[in-house]
């Protein structure tokens, strides 16, 4: 059976090393393309030009080693990567800005150099996170430079990439969207993305597994420009929807002393709600859905169109922190001088992305509060160390059982499955008093209960244990 790594291959440039334009260069080499990766960072390049990954992502180290200086190469020289591509990938950031709108200064500034090294017909495809109508900011900014109509086309397709399963997310997509206004444009995109498509990636022996298969393979579907732009702003604000919807039932919940767990297994089952992101919690973070609510919300605005719909989305989620603050204040009664361990600081499980962590904000309320903080990650200590420097009050502990000694109570901020299935003798024994406030909800009120524990989670009633009868601790222990 031939081989689609060598019978399909497109000369791709992708600009920007982040966690999508990295994922996808190696990702398009993985299907079989010729691919350049460049970026302006010196050092970050030389890092991958060794070979190693400046982010953590399930499955990137080992396929970075498969195909780097074979599919795909890095570089600080952008030309070496425009010249030979046929579709360029626009990757660099689009970070929120004051006004709520994504700041598009740096795909500006990428597009003025693409225009100065331009040797010829290429697309240039929107991998970013961008508002509707880039794509027609874009094709100003070419003719602004000088580049004729003909010499290049500008399609959008949006990445549904999520943190810790990026690459699988990748290979084994729920949709891939193409939004192009020309049938020149658009087949040079289903080329690209052919492999998956026609399911021929994964016939290969070494094709990572997933949902996707030669039987059933990726779907593409095809759109408008503008309408591939606002299919990635709707997606994301409609997940947070999800997760502000929960959390607010949650809160209703609590306040009948019913079971937001038993609610949302409930709802889940019905095929028109499904299960995912029904969990309550501490609110949604991370690098997506915060700015992506907040650019949707800015666009919407500047078209006239009322959805405040959307503002109540980010202020659910901006007053969950707010009461799960107050859930550990309630707990412990007085906050200063006590001591909390603090079990994750990434936003989310499988990803050492600290961007906008609920747990990194509740932290320092925490420390503001005059509490002493010793934290456990197991992928993020040392970029929260960054934004959460050691101190006297901030320390960081090797595992969890190290954070929870002698500690006033235990909370948990980050979903990782290695907190849920944690030795509790062992964290009841570590604990100066065995009081644990769950953000995630990794737990049954009646288990914690039986073991020992005060326990407070999201949506649910609070159990609080007796102490009668436990071992009364040795402070020299």
Same mark, same amino acid.
């Given at each position: 059976?031939? @081989?689609?790594?060598?019978?399909?291959?497109?000369?791709?440039?992708?600009?920007?090393?982040?966690?999508?334009?990295?994922?996808?260069?190696?990702?398009?080499?993985?299907?079989?393309?010729?691919?350049?990766?460049?970026?302006? $960072?010196?050092?970050?390049?030389?890092? !991958?030009?060794?070979?190693?990954?400046?982010?953590?992502?399930?499955?990137?180290? #080992?396929?970075?080693?498969?195909?780097?200086?074979?599919?795909?190469?890095?570089?600080?020289?952008?030309?070496?990567?425009?010249?030979?591509? &046929?579709?360029?990938?626009?990757?660099?950031?689009?970070?929120?800005?004051?006004?709520?709108?994504?700041?598009?200064? %740096?795909?500006?500034?990428?597009?003025?150099?693409?225009?100065?090294?331009?040797?010829? %017909?290429?697309?240039?495809?929107?991998?970013?996170?961008?508002?509707?109508?880039?794509?027609?900011?874009?094709?100003?900014?070419?003719?602004?430079?000088?580049?004729?109509?003909?010499?290049?086309?500008?399609?959008?397709?949006?990445?549904?990439?999520? #943190?810790?399963?990026?690459?699988?997310?990748?290979?084994?997509?729920?949709?891939?969207?193409?939004?192009?206004? $020309?049938?020149?444009?658009?087949?040079?995109?289903?080329?690209?993305?052919? =492999?998956?498509?026609?399911?021929?990636?994964?016939?290969?022996?070494?094709?990572?597994?997933?949902?996707?298969?030669?039987?059933?393979?990726?779907?593409?579907?095809?759109?408008?420009?503008?309408?591939?732009?606002?299919?990635?702003?709707?997606?994301?604000?409609?997940?947070?929807?999800?997760?502000?919807?929960?959390?607010?039932?949650?809160?209703?919940?609590?306040?009948?002393?019913?079971?937001?767990?038993?609610?949302?297994?409930?709802?889940?089952?019905?095929?028109?709600?499904?299960?995912?992101?029904?969990?309550?919690?501490?609110?949604?973070?991370?690098?997506?859905?915060?700015?992506?609510?907040?650019?949707?919300?800015?666009?919407?605005?500047?078209?006239?169109?009322?959805?405040?719909?959307?503002?109540?989305?980010?202020?659910?989620? #901006?007053?969950?922190?707010?009461?799960?603050?107050?859930?550990?204040?309630?707990?412990?009664?007085?906050?200063?001088?006590?001591?909390?361990?603090?079990?994750? !600081?990434?936003?989310?499980?499988?990803?050492?992305?600290?961007? @906008?962590?609920?747990?990194?904000?509740?932290?320092?309320?925490? !420390?503001?509060?005059?509490?002493?903080?010793?934290?456990?990650?197991?992928?993020?200590?040392?970029?929260?160390?960054?934004?959460?420097?050691?101190? #006297?009050?901030?320390?960081?502990?090797?595992?969890?059982?190290?954070?929870?000694?002698?500690?006033?109570?235990?909370?948990? !901020?980050?979903?990782?499955?290695?907190?849920?299935?944690? @030795?509790?003798?062992?964290?009841?024994?570590?604990?100066?008093? =065995?009081?644990?406030?769950?953000?995630?909800?990794?737990?049954?009120?009646?288990?914690?209960?039986?073991?020992?524990?005060?326990?407070?989670?999201?949506?649910?009633?609070?159990?609080?244990?007796?102490?009668?009868?436990?071992?009364?601790?040795?402070?020299? &222990?």
């Amino acid at each position: 059976m031939p @081989d689609s790594r060598v019978t399909a291959s497109v000369n791709i440039c992708v600009i920007g090393s982040g966690y999508v334009g990295l994922v996808a260069a190696v990702c398009f080499a993985e299907m079989g393309h010729l691919v350049v990766c460049v970026d302006n $960072n010196e050092d970050k390049v030389a890092q !991958l030009q060794r070979g190693e990954t400046p982010i953590y992502e399930a499955q990137l180290p #080992e396929l970075l080693a498969r195909h780097r200086n074979k599919g795909v190469t890095f570089t600080t020289d952008l030309a070496a990567g425009i010249h030979p591509a &046929e579709a360029v990938f626009i990757a660099v950031g689009t970070p929120q800005g004051n006004s709520g709108a994504a700041d598009l200064s %740096y795909v500006e500034a990428v597009v003025s150099q693409i225009a100065q090294v331009m040797n010829g %017909y290429k697309v240039l495809v929107e991998k970013s996170t961008v508002p509707v109508y880039t794509n027609e900011w874009i094709t100003r900014c070419m003719h602004r430079h000088g580049v004729a109509p003909e010499q290049f086309d500008v399609v959008s397709n949006p990445e549904f990439l999520r #943190e810790g399963t990026a690459v699988g997310d990748f290979l084994h997509p729920d949709r891939i969207v193409v939004g192009a206004n $020309n049938e020149r444009s658009a087949d040079l995109l289903r080329r690209i993305y052919a =492999p998956l498509t026609e399911g021929r990636y994964y016939e290969q022996a070494d094709a990572l597994p997933g949902p996707c298969s030669a039987a059933e393979p990726a779907k593409l579907v095809v759109t408008s420009a503008q309408s591939a732009e606002i299919i990635k702003h709707a997606s994301n604000a409609f997940l947070a929807m999800k997760i502000s919807f929960i959390n607010a039932v949650a809160n209703l919940a609590e306040s009948v002393d019913a079971d937001i767990e038993d609610i949302a297994l409930g709802m889940g089952l019905d095929a028109r709600v499904g299960p995912r992101f029904l969990r309550a919690g501490l609110g949604y973070g991370g690098s997506c859905f915060p700015k992506d609510v907040a650019a949707f919300s800015w666009v919407a605005e500047q078209q006239g169109v009322d959805f405040r719909l959307l503002s109540e989305v980010r202020k659910i989620n #901006e007053r969950q922190l707010d009461l799960f603050f107050e859930k550990i204040h309630s707990a412990l009664w007085t906050l200063r001088g006590k001591k909390i361990a603090a079990l994750g !600081l990434a936003f989310k499980a499988d990803t050492d992305d600290i961007r @906008d962590s609920p747990a990194i904000a509740l932290i320092r309320r925490l !420390l503001d509060a005059g509490v002493k903080v010793t934290a456990y990650d197991p992928a993020a200590m040392a970029v929260a160390q960054r934004a959460l420097p050691a101190s #006297e009050s901030m320390m960081y502990a090797a595992d969890p059982y190290a954070a929870a000694e002698d500690a006033d109570a235990l909370v948990i !901020l980050t979903e990782w499955k290695e907190f849920a299935s944690l @030795d509790l003798h062992r964290l009841n024994r570590a604990l100066k008093f =065995p009081i644990l406030i769950d953000g995630r909800n990794l737990y049954s009120p009646t288990v914690m209960r039986d073991n020992g524990f005060t326990y407070v989670s999201v949506g649910r009633p609070a159990v609080y244990a007796s102490t009668q009868g436990r071992p009364r601790r040795n402070p020299a &222990e």
